[in-house]
Every structure is written in C-alpha cells, then in structure tokens.
C-alpha cells in the first residue's frame, strides 16, 4: 500500500525533475538579462522604465475621466496647478481674478505655450475645451458656468450663474485640448501642451512618452520614459530582473529587498470602503436603467453596526502589512474634513446591541440574523483585478460574520459592476485634493449619473449645507459648511449620521524605485496610486550620489 | 459547423450581460440617446433569429463584426493574435510530437527495461497534471528561481514594435511553448510504444534479426516507417486538445495569443469576438481532424502491406 | 499464482486511491474553517508542522483552503460525470433504438462536441449562464457526455442485433421491456467504468476553469483560484502556494483514474491486454 503511493508520489516527481531536464536542453543557459547593470556606472541617466499599473485610467481623454486622477500635468497643460503644499498657482493663465461676488473669474493667458505639434495654444482652444466639457457633462459638472468671454486674445472671462468653491480645482484638473485636433478617437493620438508627448501606446502593453520639443516650461530631466502595463506581480518580477527603474507594489510585496532599490511611500487620502445603498429595493432605475436600492442596506442600523463593528486596524495590518492608516470618511485629512466624525470602531459588542435593538435577530441559530423574515445578507461587489480591494473584501466579510451580518463576495469587473452598483455594496474608493468628490457622491441630484452618489443618498439637511459650501464666497466659509455636512451634532453624511459607506482604510502609496531617482517633493497622495506619483515626472532627477 | 455557430449563438444570447454596458468600459458613461443608437448599431433590438442570420452572413463574406473591448474589428484582432497562437501552438505541436515519439520508440526498444517504465510512468503521470499547474512549475523554476525568462511580460520594454527582433520574440515563447509541449507528449509516446512493440514483434523483425541487422537498423529499415505515419495521424487529431491546452497556457504566461484573448472575451461579454475565435477554434480543430482522417485512409492498406 | 498476484496487486492499488480519496474528503470537513480566518501574524509562512502547507499571504492556513477547494472540485466533478454519464445513457439508447433519424441527428451532436475543446464549451456555457459558481457546474456537467454516448449507442447496437434480443422481440416483448430489462442491465458496467473514467476528466476541467477566472467568489475555496492567486503572487517566490495545491489535485485525478481503469479491467478482464 505504501508503496502504491510512493510510487504515485515519485510519478510526480519525476514529472518535474523531467520537465527540467528537458527545459534544460531545449535552452542553452543564457544569464539573466539586466540592463540596468550597465546603467549603472553611469552618472546620468535620462530614460525611465516604470510600472503603473495595467492600463492609463481616462486614456489621456478628460472625457474619459482624464485629470481626476492626477494625470493632468504630463502631456497636457491646465489654467491653474497646485504646488505640492497644494496652493494653487498660475500654469496657462499668468494671473487670475476672481470678482467679490465669485460670479466673475478673469484669467490673463500666457503667450508661449504651444502643442506637442508645434501648434500654438489659443484662447480658444480653452474656450473650446470648456465648452465641450460643459456640453458632454457626465464626468465633469460645469452647469454654473453660464458664458465664457474672450475679452481681448490674452483674456478669457468665466461668468458663473453662481459661486461655485470648488470650480478652482476643477480649474486645476481639466487639460487645455486642441480644439483643431480633437475628436472621439483624441486617445489615440493626444496632443498636448504639456512636458511630455506621447509616442507610442500600444494597448495592454505599454505607453512611450518622450520630452515635448515646444514645451514652454523648464526642461525634463528624464527625457524619455516608458509606461509598461504589467499587472503588480509581473511589474515585481521585471524589477527583480532590472528591466524597470520604478514600479508601484502591492502591501505584501513592499517588504521584497532588491538592491540598488529602495521603497517610496507616501501617505494619501486614498480611501477604501463599502458603499451601502440607502433606498429600499424597487425605488425605480436609474437613468441608464440599473435598479436601485437594497433592502438589507436601507437600514440605517445595519449601516451604523457596520461601520461601529468592523475593526478598521486589523484591515490595515492584514490587508495592507501595516501600509496604511485608519479611514473614516471620504476626505480625511484635508482642510474641509471634520474631525468629530472619528468614531470609535471595533465595537463588535455595541454594534451586536445596536442590531438587536433594530429588529435583527438571529432567531433560526444560523449565525445570521433576521428582521420580519429578511436575512441581514448581502452581496459585496468587488473588481477581482484589484488585489487590495478584493482582500479588503475578503476580512470586511469576515468580520461582518462576527455581527451576524453575511456578506457574499462577488468578484466581477466594472462593466458589470456599474450595472449593479446602486442595488448592492460596492468595494469603492475614493480621495481627491478638493471636496467636489464629496459633493458628488452625496447629492441627490447626481444620483445615479456614472460612479456619483451610487447609494443615492438623500438627506436634506446635508444637502442644503452642500449647496451654502458650493455657493460659498471663501473657503472658510466652504470648509465650515462641508464639515456640517459631514456631522451637525444631529445629522451628517458620516458614519455618525446617515452612514451611506463604511469607509475603512487610507492606503499608503508604496512604490518601489531606484534609489538615485529623485521624485521631488509629493504632496498628500490622492485616489490613483498609478498617477499620483507621475504627476510630476517633469521635475524627477537623477541623483547620482544616492546609492 | 453551422450547428455549432447557431449553438454558440443561441447560448450566448442567453447571457445576462448587457453587451452595451461591456462596450462602453467603466470610463464612460452614456446618454440614453447613445444607448439607443448603440443598440440600433448591433441590432439589439431585431429578434434574435434575424441578429444571427445577420451574423453569419457577414461572416461569410468575412466580417466577424466589430470586437466591443478592443473597438476593432474582429477579423483585425484574430489575425493579430493567431500569428502569435500559430508559433506557439506550432512549435508545442512540433515538439511534442518529435519528443514523444522518440521516447516511444526508446520505450519499445527497451521494453520492461528500467528505461522503459520510466518512460511509461512520466507518460502515465503527465496526463493527468493539469496544463496550467504544469505551467505554474515552470515559472517558478525558470523565472522565479533561475530568472531566465520574464514573467508577465510579452513584449520588449521600451522598444517601438517595428524594433522587435525574432529573438526577443522566441524568448517570450520558450516556457510556454514547452508547457503545451509537455502535455501533448503523452499521447504520442503511448502510441508509438505500443505501435513498435508490435512491429518488433512481428515475424520478419524476427527474420532480419536473424540476418544480423542492429536494433537500430530494425528501427530505421522498418520501425520508423511503419508507426511514424500512424503517430503523425494521431498527432493531428490532438488540434482539439492543443487548443484548449493554449487557453490555459496563455493565461499563465500572460502570452498575448488567441486563447488568452477569448478568455478575455469570455470575462468581459465581448459577444462578436467570442464568436470569432470560437468559429476559427472550431475551423482549426476541424482541419487537423479531416487531415488525420485522410492520412489514415491513405496509410491504412499500406500499413497492412507492411505488417 | 501470478494471477492472484496481478489481482491482488489490483485490489491494494485501488485500495490505496479510494483511501486518498475518501481522506481528502474526510480531511475536507474534518479541519475547521477557523483556519481560514485571515491573521495578519501569519501572513506568508513558509510550510511548517503547524501549516503543513504553509499560508497564504492573508495567513489562511493553505492545507485547509486545499482540501476544502478540492472538495468542491469533486463534487462538481461528481455532478459532471454523472450527468455526462445519465445524458450519455439516454442519447446512446436513444440513438442505438429509436430509429435513422434520431440516430443521425445524435451522432451529429456528438460528433460536434466532440471536436471542439472541452475548455471553450465550457467557457461558452459558463457565460451563457451568467459565469458564477452556477456557470462553472452546468458548464462542467453539460460537456462530457459525447464520448461516451458514443461508446453506449455502439454497445446497445451491438447488442440489439443480438440473437436473444430479436427472440424477445419475436414473443412480442415491448420496446420499453427490452430497454429496462434486456439493454440496461448489459451496458451498466459500461456506464459505471464511463463515469468513472469522466470523473477525472471533470475535475481538471472544474480547476481549469475556476483558474481562468470565471465564476467563483473569492470566499468559496477552490482549487482554480487558489492556483489563479498563486500566479498572481509568484514574483515573491511564495513556492507553497502553487506546489501543494497542484500535487494533491494530481494526486486526486490520478487516483480517480486509477479506480476507473482498474475497475474496468474487473469488469471486462479482456482489456487488461489493451
């Protein structure tokens, strides 16, 4: 008998001492290929391989969501940029001014700048831009903006119907487009204004940009790089073999040693959560025709125990290896974020009373409970493409067991997930330099419009205090009003008041580099691990003392 | 192969995926006007009859209809990934063939010898080793550990794609090449050995022995010529197989060919390109079966001469 | 003497892969699903004695996730071959007995089948239905019945021809009569060692399919994802993730097979010469 098995386990084996021997034949042995070792010795380098994940989110396209994501500063131009202490400061226009009353926005255009082409940028092309934009308006909201006037060619005049706070970062994020050379296939071949031009892209594999020749601004250092579209284990494996200078890494990989390299890591308001769609089933469609609604999820208790019982550390440490912070709202850290909301979580006894006291009780002894003869069951969507949020699926669902909660795993892709995400939780993420995202995905009015208000929140109270911070005059009067909306001491869009996500984790942006490569001063990373690092690729440097 | 082509038709309208949804990709979104033209555009709203003869007919005049993931049309994106499915498949079909057959003659010469029950135990052993487990050991052993060879990656860095050299492209083949290889060896060898065990046994092997050839001279005067043909038969038939082991090697290596890129298609909802590469899959498989068939009647008498 | 050998040597061999078998499964529920809670202090381990088989980098310990991934993969292998083995019953009778036309437009089917790869029929079914674990079962199950189909309309041809089927037909028996007591009693070993020898087939295709990604929740162990998510992670050199899952699926197939081979050599002592 034993020897049966012996036999079965030397079968295998030798299929695998065979298989190497075979493979050693078929391949004269060759050494590793690295091209970085030549490199090396060198003093300078001004080529860059690096690794960002598996395609460009927007593809160069700003209707395609291009610019949400920090990606506005490398082939294109925008009015107005960010310094990495995020103040904003002129990029196109030299200076701007803006009226008491915030309706009148003035921006006077410099007159060097020039696309990739050699072509130069008008004020029309702005104008153009905008326009279309505003007319397109399903990624970008630009309904305020009433009429745009060309006052002299230097010139432009923004005449807003109404203050808008948050129209000064999308002045930051939208790219000035040719208007000569834009059509429905501008991916394919983008030109812009910016420090880079794209060369080559050729799909799933990998993207060339090479240093614009009309850029106005000071000249790159690196003058070519080359974006390989590798998922995080193939990107890994090509750095261990110097085929790269720069990759971005998952959590469990940052603890991998290479040498020469070091790691990069950043902290972001990148957050992840679960959304929790607040209407019942059967409220209706969406304007696309997806259903609305969970039943489960309408239930505020349900909501609150999630976001009160789930252990928040315990995500950072497994899922991220410690990369990474607590979460509790969608714009942590920022100016306009109000601190109250923090609550105290892994409350798994509290969060079990506060289900108790709704109606959720485990009558049948199944471990999960019940109210009126509805399971406290649901889905949980997830891209199984992206590693981190399926693990954070994978512990959130875990956990919520410990309340009674089940939650089903369902691993999908977006195209399925846009169908399904207003009727189920969705693994969302979210983190921008402005509280425009917030606006959007709390308003009832964008319900429903692409990934905005997905749960269909609709509270009046945050509403009104959303509308008084888009309407603001100043900021501080903007900030005062977003932190309202988030908590009033009665109601809000945090985990205190309506609870409409279970927001968990800030990640840490880990990349992995060359230590010689300078990546200048980063500001807060935002949502866009890819893109976050590579805004300013113009200003990275070799440092060649580094070692 | 109508059948087949209504068959897939009829299962993939089944699918509760919205192909308007898949088409337009997570970044966009539309207006209801777009939706409708989109769907005026593929005709979702005809009954499902008349989609297929639409369908078929277009693709008897050669247009496979346009790929919704990729945005080209299908006909473009088969081409381009079967010269890559063809070397791979082609190379693994060589290869296996020309190593299984060898060990099964090695394997009948040495009948019941030690080298023998090697050879029959890794045939014996390999079929049942899942491709893409087979697949996952070579990638370890050579790109994780011996870092040979890329992992993931299926182009070269950096270089524009007219640059490419046959090299770059041969390194990029080798362990997946192999892995497809690997599974096809079984089969032949098998074969063979049973083959020329018979002809070693027959009368006048027994009669030239007496007249003093070698083993090899056996081999190469009669052996050879009578099983060779009959394997190479056998080795067309497996088309089928080496198709749907490409699927799952591609898959492992990231290799960019036809196999991957129905999975693709497959995950994704991408009805006309799924249609596409099912129909040349079935093509394919179908001419390596009519080859075989015809090989077999042509070889069949002379088999029996020989014996 | 040799002969008893030969059977006895039959017998302990498919003594020891019934064994295999039956400990998996016993394995399968034996070891708790506590050990498939993520820790985050047991993230990455190599195999110790603790984790046989290490743990994933989630710190779920992986002899749990393997066994309990393999068990689906038997059952869903079970629920292949035994449909593929019932429709192959019905359409090889039906063919063999119901006349021309049903005979040719079966042996059609069969001969399409049968030419395509198992895996794209799969995937074809598996998207048909909306993917999920639902995909991955009717997929595996509506996909291996040709072959044999083949094999019982030939056995049931044969066998109608037969002397003492056309002298029950001569006494007037009914159709219905010969089928159940005639036909059905001489191909079920031909059914049994049928199902048998699917059984293997159906669970590599099970992985194959789990491995490309369609269907599965990621909460559900299964032997496919659990490869799919070691290719996702090979660059750390996480080697356990990817040997010892594989190793026990071979060592389940294999045993599989070699309870149908042996048992169709019991059954029909004529093919131990093939």
Known sequence: MKKNLKKILLFVCVGIVFTGLLAGCNQPAQGPVNPNLQVDNQDNKEELVICMGTRPPGEFDPRKRWGLYSQSQIIHDTLLTRTPDLEIIGDLAESYFVSEDALTWTFHLREDYKFSNGEAVTIEDVKFTYEMLKEDGIHWDLTFLEEIEVKDQQTLVFHLSEPRSTFVAQLTEIVILPSNHYDDNYSENPIGSGPYKLVQWDKGQQAIFEVNPYYAGNEPHFKKFTLLFLDENAALAAAKNGTVDMIYVLPEFADEQIPGWKLYSYESNDVRGVSLPTQKSGSGTTPDGYPIGNDVTADIAIRRALNMGLNRQAIVDTVLNGHGKKAYSLVDKMPWWNEATIIEDNQVAAAQQLLQDAGWVDDDNDGIREKNGLKAECSLYHPSADVIRTNIAIVVAEQAKNLGININLVGSNWDEMKTKMHSNPLLFAGGRHHPHQFYRMHHPDLAGIAYNNIVYMNNPVVTEYMEQAMHASTQEEANENWKLAQWNGVTGASALGDAPFAWLIRLDHLYMGNSRINVGHQPIHTHGHEWSLLANISEWTWDASEK | ?307 | MKKYNARSKMLISLAVSGSIIALTIIFSFWLSPDNLITDFAKKSLPPTFRHLFGTDWLGRDMLTRTLKGLRLSLFVGFLGAFVGASLATCLGIAAATLGKKVDSVISWLVDMFIGMPHLIFIILISFAVGGGIKGVVFGVAFTHWPSLTRIIRGEVYALKNSQYIQISKSFGKSKWYIATKHILPHIIPQIMVGFLLLFPHAIVHEASITFLGFGLSVQTPSIGLILSEAVKHISIGDWWLAVFPGLVLVLVVKSFDNIGEQVKILINPASANE
């Not at chain 2, 010469?109 to 890794?122: A, E, P, Q, T, Y």
């Not at chain 2, 020329?196 to 027959?202: G, N, P």
């Not at chain 2, 050879?224 to 082991?245: D, K, M, Q, S, W």
């Open chain 2, 1 to 307: 192969m109508i059948g087949l082509s209504i068959l897939s038709f009829i299962m993939l309208q089944c699918s509760p995926i919205d192909p308007i949804a898949a088409y337009v990709g997570g970044d966009t979104s539309l207006t209801p006007e777009q939706r409708l033209a989109l769907e005026e555009y593929w005709g979702l709203d005809r009954p499902a009859s008349e989609q297929y003869l639409t369908w078929l007919s277009n693709l008897l005049r050669g247009d496979f209809g346009v790929s919704k993931i990729h945005r080209k049309p299908v006909v473009e994106i088969i081409k381009e990934k079967a010269v890559a499915s063809a070397a791979l498949m082609g190379i693994s079909w060589l290869l296996s063939g020309v190593i299984g057959f060898i060990l099964g003659v090695t394997a009948a010469v040495k009948k019941g010898k030690v080298l023998d029950r090697f050879i029959k135990w890794i045939a014996y052993v390999q079929a049942s080793i899942p491709t893409f487990w087979l697949g996952l050991l070579l990638l370890i052993i050579f790109s994780v550990w011996l870092r040979w060879f890329p992992i993931g990656i299926s182009v070269p860095i950096g270089v524009t794609s007219s640059e490419v050299t046959l090299w770059d492209r041969l390194h990029h083949l080798v362990l997946p090449a192999l892995t497809l290889s690997i599974l096809g060896i079984a089969n032949v060898t098998l074969h063979t050995r049973e083959k020329m065990i018979e002809v070693l046994s027959s009368e006048y092997i027994i009669f030239a022995k007496a007249r003093g050839e070698t083993t090899w001279q056996i081999i190469k005067n009669h052996g050879l010529r009578n099983v060779a043909l009959p394997a190479i038969t056998l080795h067309f038939a497996y088309f089928g197989e080496l198709f749907g082991g490409s699927v799952l090697a591609e898959q492992v290596f990231s290799y960019p060919g036809l196999g991957s890129t129905l999975t693709d298609a497959g995950l994704k909802g991408d009805l006309p390109l799924l249609m596409g590469i099912v129909m040349i899959s079935a093509v394919f498989v179908f001419a390596g079966n009519t080859i075989a068939d015809l090989l077999n009647a042509s070889i069949n008498p002379r088999l029996k001469e020989g014996v």
